[in-house]
Nanobody
Framework: QVQLAESGGGLVQAGRSLRLSCVAS????????MGWFRQAPGKEREFVAA????????LYADSVKGRFTISRDNAKNTLYLHMLALKSEDTAVYYC?????????????????WGQGTQVTVSS
């Protein structure tokens, strides 16, 4: 079992930056592929970024590529999402998630564990 807790969300002006964190419980954080997803009101949960546990391969949604960076600190059991040049369309609840395999990292229902989410609101 892994418990995930996101933090770092808030209200920010368009063009500014924000860093989200996700702290994981347990001693096996380094063996999980980690992902960030987001869900805007009235929309389905969508993939944002993922980082595999083998090789630390990073993947990004096209909508955030070049602006967002995912990283992990296994010593701190923490996942990060650095968000630059935020846009109003980035407004959503952001969730971190964990899975044991490195396959299908962009598919929400392939993840085993989820955090409660943190709200990011970008004002234009």
């Amino acid at each position: 079992q892994v418990q995930l807790a996101e933090s770092g969300g808030g209200l920010v002006q368009a063009g500014r930056s924000l860093r989200l964190s996700c702290v994981a419980s347990g001693r096996t954080f380094s063996t999980y592929t980690m992902g960030w997803f987001r869900q805007a009101p009235g929309k389905e949960r969508e993939f944002v970024a993922a980082i595999t546990w083998i090789g630390n391969r990073e993947l990004y949604a096209d909508s955030v590529k070049g602006r967002f960076t995912i990283s992990r600190d296994n010593a701190k059991n923490t996942l990060y999402l650095h968000m630059l040049a935020l846009k109003s369309e980035d407004t959503a609840v952001y969730y971190c998630a964990a899975k044991t395999s490195i396959a299908a990292v962009t598919t929400p229902n392939m993840y085993d564990f989820w955090g409660q989410g943190t709200q990011v609101t970008v004002s234009s």
